[in-house]
């Protein structure tokens, strides 16, 4: 079985400060995706990753960066956490395929961070 | 810019009943992917069924099925025979052929399932 894991399940964190949420996967997945999701806004992608040190920006990439120095690795950051950044945050991953039908994104169980 | 909309943000169903959640998407390319995914309470998202735009038929995994309308870009999701465990959060999502792995979420759609 695939498995997803993020570092933390909740987090409370003050505004101002240096937020890491980790994911690790264990299947050899080449892409990584880190989403917000917030209630009735549904999953908003923040930044993705196709392969080591490589990263794109996604649709809401303002506030946050990333880092992937290993495979199995992708860290989302907040530089300085605002009480706007208030949130579910899921991790996801998948196999690079050739036929984009067969993509399936497996994902974590979701850290809920709250900044006060 | 492609979109996935979900109008009804909760839905119930009775155990053993049929239910239907709704999506309707937009997007400029021809070729494109949709998607149900399902995200219980413990928030662990799964994919439930998935759907390639150029095929007429409709995709169909156990109790599972879809009902896609390409032209009027519509993509439901239909749930026979409920069960309790079917409780949960539903995404419908889009992938298209130029967007590689990237995924469109809807807003998604809390189904509760009523013993």
């Known amino acids: 079985d695939v498995k997803v894991t993020q570092s933390s399940r909740y987090l409370v964190k003050r505004t101002g400060e240096k937020v890491f949420l980790e994911c690790v996967q264990d299947?050899?997945?080449?892409?990584m995706f880190w989403y917000r999701q917030d209630p009735g806004l549904g999953l908003r992608l923040i930044y993705f990753?196709?392969?080591?040190?490589?990263?794109e920006k996604g649709d809401i990439p303002e506030g946050y960066s990333v880092s992937r120095e290993k495979k199995e690795r992708f860290s989302l950051i907040l530089e300085s956490a605002s009480t706007n950044q208030t949130s579910m945050y899921l991790c996801?991953?998948?196999?690079?395929?050739?036929?984009?039908?067969?993509?399936?994104?497996?994902f974590g169980p979701g850290t809920r961070l709250l900044v006060l | 810019a492609q979109t996935v909309t979900q109008s009804q943000p909760e839905m119930s169903v009775q155990e053993a009943e049929t239910v239907t959640l709704s999506c309707t998407y937009d997007?400029?390319?021809?070729?494109?992917?949709l998607f149900w995914y399902k995200q219980p309470p413990s928030r662990q998202m799964i994919l439930v069924i998935r759907?390639?735009?150029?095929?007429?038929q409709n995709a169909t995994e156990n109790r599972f099925s879809v009902n896609f309308q390409k032209a009027a870009k519509s993509f439901s999701l239909k749930i026979s025979d409920s069960q309790l465990g079917d409780a949960a959060m539903y995404f419908c999502?889009?992938?298209?052929?130029?967007?590689?792995?990237?995924?469109?979420f809807g807003e998604g759609t809390q189904l509760t399932v009523n013993p």
């Open positions: 997007t400029s390319e021809s070729d494109y992917y």
């Open positions: 999502a889009l992938l298209s052929e130029t967007s590689g792995s990237r995924l469109t």
């Open positions: 299947m050899d997945h080449e892409n």
């Open positions: 990753s196709y392969d080591v040190k490589m990263k």
């Open positions: 759907q390639e735009a150029y095929k007429q």
């Open positions: 996801a991953s998948s196999f690079r395929v050739q036929d984009v039908s067969q993509e399936t994104q497996y």
